[in-house]
């Protein structure tokens, strides 16, 4: 928090820097400077951020996202705690009326949080109005006590993050004023009539924001991994290669160039695609202020599509980092296991994947059907229903590459649409045909977000201001990543007829080149991320090799070694030595 301060970073933009991958299992104040503070800046009105964000920056205030309950994380229109407008006091009664209603998971809720912004199903003048968020405050800002009317506590140990306390949370006819629902898109008037926003979403709008701060941050923490993975790989010395001859790094195996390379591709793949996602929620934010909702639902695919594809490309681009270190992967103080839980819950927080998924489907054969019906669709989907472009660019080139996703994904979408049509033909029911169309439904949501991505990559590495030399280098590792996410979805290119088997063969012979002739780059490429040591954290990945020698220090600082016999031998050990069993 200091060094923020220091760098005049306001606390909602503190999840983009670096600062909190300082604390490798978690930090409890992370909600706190994300999602609390983000919830502060877009939902809250002039007044209400006058009244909170200089006690949140000061951290007298410090706040969670309490939304998700025990019964509901992804359906938020079924959240069941409650926001009674009462008229009589000018106060809402925030109550959980069933064991499902207990908020549940969020993010420094259990111990460190003294505030909340909660998501409750508002009611006034006996009507409900669906989730809307509240300020409120939780615990005594002096004694940090929880208040009557409040129940409060830590959810117990998770997979990881474990430094962080997630929280549940309980109220028993708790009671706020009326100016702490959170009030700059929809209000609760004195009188209890309710003024809808201009878009019914805008209060999932923190959502969105996170969804954005997650890329950015997968591409980080896969950056971490195939730092230490790629050094690694550089120190160690195993096996021949040719038999008689020294061991060689295993880097020199084209398997473990397979297994590193791509994934360092995907880092600028996810970060570049980051850059563009983050422009547009900022051009979508300045427009929301002046009144145009028109590009949210843009912005919410786009989110939902790249905070699916970078949770998952970094949580199995770690895991292979992770194993193509070895035994010494698995080693707590490689940092690679933190690294791996940590990231491995973005694929479930903020919108279970499949979930944001299937909106980006829907969105596409939404879009899919307007364009074939003349309607206008916006800007990253007109493609769906625009004429082939694949004859215009030189066969197999970068161009014709991204042109074959393009065609590959529409035709998809084209299939999928038409199975669509089929099943609601037979079942007489569209929500019914939607679910069995579902898991095609997510390869389309999935090509098209590769597509977006792949299409990121080139058009940066094409405009990037860089020497000849690193230009060139970005462009081997842009052309490594098409060709690879090709082979990996083959099957899709063979059916839209875009590309043959033959051309898939010549693929292929390429990726194995492009593997040789990135080898030597590896570790400058992993140099240039600048991670420092503190920050990766890792005995196996710091920037002076001493591989060995680290690890051997960081076994010395076990607890087991403090003493050459342990209790554990008198206690137990012994007994059963001498038991005769
Ligand atoms: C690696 C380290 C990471 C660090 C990263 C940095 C910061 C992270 C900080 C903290 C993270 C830690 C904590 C995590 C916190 C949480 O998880 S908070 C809880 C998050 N919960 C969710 O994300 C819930 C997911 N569910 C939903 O968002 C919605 O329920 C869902 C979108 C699935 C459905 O909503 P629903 O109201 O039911 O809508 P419909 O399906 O009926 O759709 C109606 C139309 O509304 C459109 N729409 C939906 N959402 C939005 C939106 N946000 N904006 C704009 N529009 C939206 C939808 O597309 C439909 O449109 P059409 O009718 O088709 O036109
Ligand atoms: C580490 C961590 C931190 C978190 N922090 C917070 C926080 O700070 N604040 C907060 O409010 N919440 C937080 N959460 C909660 C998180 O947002 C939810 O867990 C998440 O949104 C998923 O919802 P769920 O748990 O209800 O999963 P479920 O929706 O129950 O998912 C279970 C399965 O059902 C499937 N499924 C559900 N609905 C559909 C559908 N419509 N179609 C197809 N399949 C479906 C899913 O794909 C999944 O396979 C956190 C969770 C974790 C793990």
């Not at 009144?291 to 695919?301: A, D, R, S, T």
């Not at 084209?414 to 069995?436: D, G, I, P, V």
């Not at 439904?441 to 590769?450: G, P, T």
Request: a positive charge; aromatic letters at 8%; proline letters at 5%.
């Amino acid at each position: 928090m200091r060094k923020l301060a220091e760098h005049n970073i306001p606390l909602r933009e503190a999840s983009i820097t670096q600062v909190h991958s300082v604390l490798r299992d978690g930090n409890p104040l992370i909600v706190h400077t994300s999602m609390f503070a983000n919830a502060l800046a877009s939902l809250a009105n002039p007044k209400q951020q006058q009244q909170w964000v200089p006690l949140a920056e000061k951290n007298r205030i410090i706040g969670t996202y309490a939304q998700t309950e025990i019964g509901h994380g992804t359906f938020v229109r079924g959240l069941e705690t409650t926001a009674i407008f009462d008229p009589e006091t000018k106060e809402f009664v925030l109550h959980s009326p069933t064991i499902t209603s207990t908020k549940w998971w969020p993010g420094g809720l259990g111990k460190t949080a003294n505030a909340a912004i909660v998501m409750a199903q508002l009611y006034t003048q006996g009507k409900c109005y669906g989730p809307h968020p509240f300020f409120v405050q939780l615990r005594d800002f002096d004694t940090h006590h929880s208040l009557p009317g409040v129940i409060l506590g830590e959810i117990g140990p998770r997979l990881g993050i474990n430094s962080q306390d997630n929280g549940y949370l309980r109220f028993d006819h708790y009671r706020i004023p009326r100016t702490n629902m959170l009030m700059r898109h929809s209000q609760v008037l004195e009188d209890g009539s309710y003024v809808k926003p201009i878009h019914n979403k805008l209060s999932y709008g923190t959502m969105v924001w996170t969804r954005v701060a997650i890329v950015h941050s997968c591409s980080k923490k896969l950056a971490c991994a195939v730092t230490i993975a790629t050094r690694y790989s550089a120190v160690r010395h195993q096996s021949e290669l040719v038999p008689g001859k020294p061991e060689p790094q295993i880097l020199e195996y084209q398997t473990q160039q397979y297994k590193l390379l791509p994934h360092i591709a995907s880092v600028f793949a996810i970060l570049f695609s980051a850059s563009s996602v983050l422009r547009m929620q900022r051009n979508v934010a300045a427009s929301i202020s002046k009144g145009n909702v028109e590009l949210l639902p843009e912005l919410h695919i786009l989110s939902c599509a790249m905070k699916a594809l970078s949770s998952q490309d970094s949580t199995q681009g770690i895991e292979t980092c992770r194993l193509a270190c070895g035994g010494h992967g698995y080693i707590a103080s490689s940092g690679l296991p933190s690294l791996y839980t940590s990231t491995t819950c973005t694929i479930t927080y903020e919108g279970e994947n499949t979930v944001l998924l299937l909106q980006v489907a829907r969105y596409l054969i939404k879009s899919y059907r307007a364009g074939l019906e003349g309607l206008p669709v916006l800007p990253s989907v007109m493609y769906l229903t625009a004429p082939s472009a694949m004859h215009q660019s030189p066969p197999l080139s970068n161009q014709a590459l991204i042109e074959a996703f393009r065609i590959s994904s529409a035709n998809l979408v084209k299939e999928t649409e038409s199975r669509l049509c089929r099943q609601f033909n037979l079942e007489q029911n569209f929500h019914y045909a939607w679910n069995r169309c579902s898991v095609a439904l997510v390869h389309c949501a999935e090509l098209h977000s590769r597509y977006y991505m792949c299409e990121k990559f080139l058009s940066t590495v094409e405009s990037i201001r860089a020497s000849d030399r690193v230009r060139s280098v970005l462009q081997d590792l842009c052309r490594l990543y098409l060709i690879h996410h090709i082979t990996l979805n083959q099957g899709h290119f063979l059916r839209s007829g875009t590309l043959s088997g033959v051309d898939l063969s010549t693929l292929e012979e390429e990726m194995y080149e492009l593997l040789a002739k990135l080898r030597p780059q590896a570790v400058p490429l992993v140099d240039a991320f600048d991670f420092r040591d503190e920050l990766l954290g890792s005995t196996l990945g710091a920037w002076d090799g001493r591989v060995y020698e680290r690890l051997y220090e960081e076994a010395q600082k076990s607890p087991l070694n403090k003493t050459d016999v342990s209790k554990a031998y008198h206690k137990y050990l012994q007994p059963l030595m001498k038991s005769n069993l």
